[in-house]
């Protein structure tokens, strides 16, 4: 069973409130699909010190709703910020690989243990 098909999109809010389109060369955008879950990441170089904010806005089979973000700088260089999002993103999909190879380890056990079984009892 498989989740509606979702698109994300993201906007930035002015000072004035007013929403615009990011460019592509304003940010790369990541998605991390999993059966059942899909998540977006929006990576952006910030000048320093900007107070902008930014909106993300899911399509679905249901209409588009604009999701809760959580968003800000802490205080820390913005490549230091990018270093540690592109390695956290680097550990989740390598989390997300090593349970994919488990599962398929684990089916294979189970096959050449069915399989085992069988041909003992002929």
């Not at 998605?31 to 990576?43: F, K, P, Q, V, Y």
């Not at 390695?87 to 085992?116: P, W």
Request: charge should be neutral.
């Amino acid at each position: 069973m498989f989740p509606p098909l979702v698109r994300f999109s993201w906007k930035r809010q002015k000072e004035d409130g007013e929403l615009e389109e990011l460019l592509p060369a304003e940010g790369e955008q990541l998605e991390i699909r999993e059966s059942g879950r899909t998540a977006s990441i929006l990576m952006i170089h910030q000048k320093d010190h900007s107070t902008e904010k930014y909106r993300c806005y899911v399509k679905h089979e249901g209409g588009t709703v604009e999701a809760h973000t959580q968003q800000g700088t802490t205080g820390l260089p913005v490549s230091f910020q990018y270093e540690v999002r592109v390695k956290l993103f680097c550990l989740l999909y390598t989390v997300l690989i090593v349970k994919s190879l488990v599962y398929c380890c684990g089916l294979s056990l189970m096959v050449m243990m069915i399989n085992t079984n069988n041909a003992h009892h002929h």
